[in-house]
């Protein structure tokens, strides 16, 4: 038995390296929501972005990060105002004027710096240099005074690791400003869009894309992209709206993370809803 | 410890702090070049096939819990990639696959194959062309490694001449 062992491993020794190691790849990928992966996850790249980080600023001689971080803020406290009220003004015209609504949201905005990016055609992931720390959780919108750049995945105590909205995995609720029409954004590998538009919505080519209160990731609206083109499915009931992000993520360096999350109570209570016998 | 098995995880680290930090100045349309796979490659050509396919699960693996990417994607494309290069090591092939530009045809097909599994674990879309996407997603990226890995060719011998 031992030397029939001894045979195969001598013939076959490569091959058995290999389904070893890729069976041990495909219980990982299962693996991924277990907490001590995210544990261990964690901790590698809150050590390794540290490192980073100082190795990036070397070679981002462009950024002028002191004298720039204030007017960054400004512009995206701007941003958000000028999103607001242009969600507002829209609101008031529909309703009329009889609608009052109290301008009581303040958007707490925190700066951080990209420290590391990973770069692929579907899984973009950046590096931010910001974490528990300074209180930061996965599911808080990372934006630039352009507007958003992505969602946070995942926390070490003083780096964040964020999903891109050029990342696959990152889907969202998004509406058409001028007529408050929702679809799910995606990235689709080579461009992001707004799948499955009924025909009958009315899309124009230029249309402002904010993200959607209805989202239950981002519930206030960000500006997301303008539409670039209207692609018909093969169906011929569908479209397909191409979008093009206001921030590009290859050339974005400084940004800010919205200390705001979906609400979880609301969630619970639409989640209970749905699943109620 | 013998060297050769200690230093992949030497190289490892400036190859992820290049990739991470430096590789993002020069992508094109979110191409980029994968230095981690010429690394592998490398190895994989110089050790032996059971060396590049160890060498690539464990930079897959490290690189998946830096970059915060799906932890297995990168292993087992990595792991297989490895194993494809290790195809063109031996004594005799040695000299032949790791000096001259035939190099970078080892390194294209591995860079194919790492990006085709790659690909597969995050883009299955049904709605998606698949000879588009394999194009986009694997060759593209596979071709722009593979001109990136003629600096590990011509390095030495530009140091050679000089």
């Known amino acids: 038995m031992f030397k029939l062992l001894s045979n195969v491993w001598n013939q076959f020794k490569e091959y058995v390296v290999l389904v070893i190691l890729v069976i041990l790849s495909l219980s990982l990928l299962t693996q ?7 544990k261990v996850r964690a901790v590698a790249f809150g050590s390794f972005a540290t490192i980073t980080s100082v190795f990036y600023d070397l070679f981002n001689i462009t950024q002028l990060k002191n004298e720039n971080s204030a007017l960054r803020q400004v512009n ?34 925190i700066p ?11 899984q973009n992931t950046v590096t931010i240099n910001k974490g528990i720390r300074e209180g930061i959780k996965p599911g808080m919108p990372v934006l630039s005074y352009r507007g958003l750049v992505g969602i946070i995945q995942s926390c070490s105590e003083n780096f964040s690791i964020a999903r ?3 990342n696959v995995d990152l889907k969202l609720t998004v509406k058409n400003e001028k007529n408050r ?9 080579e461009k992001l869009v707004i799948v499955d538009v009924p025909r009958t919505f009315d899309f124009d080519l230029g249309d402002r894309i904010i993200t959607s209160e209805i989202s239950s990731i981002i519930p206030v609206p960000i500006p997301v992209g303008i539409v670039s083109n209207i692609e018909e499915e093969k169906t011929g009931i569908l479209n397909l709206i191409h979008i093009k992000p206001f921030e590009e993520v290859l050339s974005v360096e400084n940004v800010f993370i919205l200390m705001m999350l979906g609400n ?14 | 410890m013998k060297l050769k098995y200690v230093l992949p995880l030497f190289v490892f680290i400036p190859v992820v702090l290049i990739q991470l930090t430096v590789i993002p100045f020069v992508a094109i349309q979110e191409v980029v070049p994968n230095l981690i796979l010429i690394a592998v490659v490398y190895f994989s050509i110089s050790n032996g096939q059971i060396f590049g396919t160890i060498t690539g699960a464990s930079y897959g693996l490290l690189f998946d819990l830096i970059s915060g990417n799906l932890v297995g994607s990168h292993m087992l494309s990595k792991t297989v990639a490895g194993f494809v290069a290790g195809y063109f090591s031996g004594e005799t092939r040695r000299e032949k696959y790791l000096y001259t530009y035939s190099f970078t045809l080892v390194v294209l097909l591995s860079a194919l194959a790492d990006a085709m599994i790659f690909s597969f674990f995050s883009v299955i879309d049904f709605n998606t ?15 722009y490694t593979s001109i990136v890995s003629i600096l590990v060719v011509v390095i030495p011998y530009k140091r050679a001449f000089d």
């Open chain 1, 32 to 38: 991924n929501n277990n907490p001590q992966v995210q």
């Open chain 1, 76 to 109: 995206a406290e701007l941003m958000m105002q000028l999103s607001m009220l242009r969600e507002q003004g829209i609101l008031n015209r529909e309703l009329k004027g009889m609608l009052e609504l109290k301008d009581t949201i303040s958007f707490p905005l």
């Open chain 1, 112 to 122: 951080a710096t990209i420290v590391s990016k990973s770069l692929s055609i579907t």
């Open chain 1, 164 to 166: 891109t909205i050029k």
């Open chain 1, 181 to 189: 029409l929702n679809g799910i954004m995606k990235w689709d590998g």
């Open chain 1, 264 to 277: 979880v109570e609301k969630n619970n209570l639409e989640l209970n809803f749905y699943n109620r016998k």
């Open chain 2, 129 to 143: 062309n698949f000879l588009m996407a394999l194009f986009n997603h694997a060759l593209l990226p596979s071709i």
